[in-house]
Structures are given as C-alpha cells and as structure tokens.
C-alpha cells in the first residue's frame, strides 16, 4: 500500500479550494497555452467527487498535469529552390505510467507548444481508457505540408527525425499516424492520425529511423500494410466513434438506424464516420471544410462518399467541387453545419473548439440528443456548458474518438509478434475495445454520482487508471 503521505498538497481548506488553488498553480505556469489549459481546467473540475472521495488523487493529479519530458528543437531543412528554411518541432511525452508515450504527430503553421501539451494532456486518459499499455504523448511542428513538393516533405521528415530519433523507440515512445493504401475502382489515399501527417510523411520518417538506428521496429504507427502496418487503421477513429454512439443508443432505446446525423470535417475521420453510419442504416447528411458545408437532404450514400474521398484525397479539392457531382448537394458558404434542423446525432470531426456556445444552442433546437466527438475537444466550455443544460450527451474525444489510438495500439502488438490480422479480426477487436470504453464511462459516472454523464465518466475512468499506477509505481 502506497504512503498516503506523499500523496498531499500543499494547499489548505475544502477540496474545491484546493482544487482552484492547482488551477491557479498551473494557470501561471503556462498562461498563454490556452489549449492546454483549457483541457485541463475541463478534466480537472469533472474529477471534483473523486478527489472528495480520496483527496489524495487531487495531488497525483498534480503529477500528471506536468509533463515527463518535453522536448523541443529547431528543424532545418532545404527547399527546391535551394533556400534553408526553418521550423519548430514538438515532441511532449506526458505520462509512462501506463507504458510507453503514444501519441500522433501534427504538422500545420498553428503547431505551438500549447497545441501539443493540449493534445498530449487528452492523449494520457484516451490510451488509458482503451485498456492498452500505452502512456500519453504528442508532437508535431509548425511546418505546412500543404503545397510543398514530395522532395521538400522528404527534406522536412529527414531533419525532423534526425533531432527525434534519440528520444523514441519501440518500448520508449511510439509516434503515430497515418496510412495509405490503394483501393479500386480509383485511387484512394487513406490518411488516419493527427493532422498533416499521412502516409507519406510516415514512410519518411520511418526511412530516417532506420537508417539512424539500424532497427526495424514498431517505432511508428501508421505503416504501410506491407511493411508493419495494420489493416482498419485509416478507418479506426470514425468507425470507433460510430460504435460509441451506437452503443449509446442502444442503452437509451434510441435508434440508429434511420438517425439524421451531421458530420463536420470531410477528412479522414470524417469520411469514415459517414461511411460506419451508412453501413448502420443511419443518414449522414453533411461534410465540410473551411470554406463551408454540403448538405444532401437524402443523406449521403457510398456511392456518393466515395466521391467526396476522390475529390478530397487525390484531388484536394474544397468541399464546394463537390456539387459538380451530385444534382441534390447543397453548399453553404463560411457556414458550419449545426444549423441543419431535424438531427438526432452531432460528429464534429474537423478540429478542436468548432463548436461555440451560439453552435451548441442551435444543436439543441434542432433537436440533437448527443455529440460524439470525432475531432480532440471540438467543442468549447460555453459550448459544454449548453449540452448540460439543454440535455444534449457529450461524448468526449478521449472516449468517442479513441478508436484510433486502439488500432495504433494493435499494430504495435502486431509488430512485436511479427504477425498481422485480417481486417476481420481488427474490426472485431476495435468494436469490443470501444464498447469497454463506453462501459467504463457509464459504470464510473454512475459509481461517482453522475449517472448518464459520459463526459465525466471518460474523464474518472480514464485519470483513476493512471492515477493508481503513479500511486503504485512511487515518486514519478
């Protein structure tokens, strides 16, 4: 039995001042890391009856909330033109608890330090809950893959993975993610993990490692099929997040079949959650991108999505192209699709904070009954406190999204075993994983006088694993 003693704060008083007193600890620790913060502030306030119920764990989570490691560094590289340029890479490894960092990596201008501790602070508590032996991390950069030619991606990799190399490995960290295969009757990139990162990108870096290390191992997930990759992988997050919702239903006598959903995004994530909800029977009636958003007032069919895939994949296009191939496709122009009227189920699928407190209340007049959170932390606090209070179920990103990560985590078993399994054999594990995550979430909330609250119940779940492992484990 762990020394209670050691597990005490400094602070005096109730729980809930204690509580605002490691808020304001780390409030003034990183004031401009608003991302971070803000996950933060969300996990940590829905963990109020856990930490009454033990005060201990209110100092644990003190551990946890500060990274292991972080590590930062300068990637040089050479365009096409001959002209050296510079970005900033990332790699946060935030909790080894429960085995080793995993985590994505991202690669857009938006890329800060904010950014990745935000995405590696909900990294911790989404691989907790999918029961496998992964700790939290994330990385990335600053640098924009878009428009850079298949050399300078090359160039970019090459550097990034020569500064990282000494910090990752097979049983020390495990970067993710991407995939890309090729699929009849056209050719169709599929890209899974964080943004920027594709198949690509992943061969790239793995090349460096190797060559680096003279290792072939499971260091990064996402591979090629071919040479270590896993089958369901590009599809794991939106499939994983339909099973979620799915089992939700069927625990609160609410139909999926024939469900009007609304899907944000028209990304990897986004794209297979469509394609798992019309294989459900439910009707996935939009997709977006920056621009705005398509409606098909009949719901998309395969058919139909596996036009936005070409369009979006191999042609790069804006969502708008997209009614050059559908007569019944309606575009909405700087809109986001939370105005659509009539819905049962809300997957924002494109990127943190797309849903503000105006967004969730017209979620509610439209009817949603939930929102599963495809993308990490889509939506707001303004936007958390509506759901609350209109009755709208939060399905959070850790929980309702970590279907990626599991299949990571099933690639890296593959790996060690140096065996592969059908696609058969993944979907089955993927669905089983996701239906224990939704067990979890359900069992805790209720044990912890929440009942219903899947957004509370993620978060005990998923800190109470962790948690009792730093216990278990000592001063770490």
């Known amino acids: ?136 991390g994330k990385g990335g950069s600053d640098f924009d893959p878009k428009g ?15 500064s990282l190399y000494r910090y990752i490995g097979a049983n020390m960290d495990v970067p993710a993610e ?128 596996e036009k936005v895939m070409y369009l979006k994949n191999v042609k790069r296009g804006r969502i708008s192209e997209y009614l050059k191939e559908s007569p019944t496709a309606k575009f909405f122009a700087g809109k986001k699709p939370y105005d659509v009227k009539g819905i049962t189920i809300a997957f924002p699928s494109a990127t943190q904070n797309e849903i503000d407190g105006a967004d969730a209340k017209v979620l509610a007049a439209n009817g949603c009954k939930l929102v599963v959170e495809g993308a990490n932390m889509p939506s707001t606090k303004e936007a958390i406190e509506v759901y609350a209070k209109t009755g709208i179920i939060l399905c959070p990103g850790k929980a309702a999204n970590a279907g990626g990560v599991a299949v990571s985590g099933l690639e890296m078993a593959q790996n060690s075993m140096r065996t592969s399994w059908t696609r058969e054999e993944v979907d089955a594990k993927l669905k089983d994983i996701m239906r224990n995550i939704y067990t979890e979430c359900k069992e805790a909330s209720a044990a912890y006088g929440a009942p219903g609250n899947i957004q509370h119940g993620a978060n005990i779940a998923g800190f109470l694993k962790v948690a009792d492992a730093v216990i278990d484990q000592g001063c770490v």
């Open 178 to 305: 991407s995939h890309f295969v090729f699929i009849n009757p056209f050719p169709k990139p599929k890209f899974a993990g964080d943004i920027g990162v594709g198949g690509r990108e992943i061969g790239y870096l793995y090349g460096q490692y190797k060559r680096l290390t003279g290792q072939f191992e499971g260091v990064l997930t996402g591979k090629q099929n071919s040479w270590g990759g896993s089958l369901i992988r590009p599809e794991a997050t939106g499939y994983g997040a339909v099973y979620f919702a799915e089992f939700w239903c069927n625990d609160n006598n609410v139909s999926i079949k024939g469900a009007r959903c609304i899907v944000s995004g028209s990304g990897n994530v986004a794209q297979y959650t469509v394609e798992k909800l019309i294989q459900l029977g439910a009707i996935p009636l939009t997709l977006s991108d920056s621009s705005g958003y398509v409606l098909e007032p009949q719901g998309f069919t395969q058919d139909k999505l």
């Open 1 to 136: 039995m762990a020394d209670k003693g050691r597990f005490q704060l400094e602070a005096t008083g109730s729980v809930e001042q204690k509580m605002n007193t490691l808020l304001q600890k780390v409030l003034e620790r990183d004031p401009h890391q608003t991302e971070f913060l803000q996950a933060f502030e969300e996990v940590l306030h829905s963990l109020k009856p856990v930490f009454e119920k033990d005060e201990r764990y209110l100092s644990v989570m003190e551990t946890i909330v500060e990274p292991e490691r972080v590590i930062t560094f300068r990637v040089p590289w050479i365009d096409d033109k001959g002209i050296q340029r510079i970005n900033r890479g990332f790699r946060v490894q935030f909790s080894s608890a429960l085995g080793p960092y995993k985590g994505g990596l991202r690669l857009h201008p938006t890329v800060n330090l904010g950014i990745i501790k935000f995405l590696g602070f909900e990294q911790i508590f989404k691989n907790s809950l999918t029961g496998l032996a992964m700790g939290g």
């Open 148 to 162: 850079k030619s298949d050399n300078e991606i090359l160039q970019f990799c090459t550097s990034f993975m020569t």
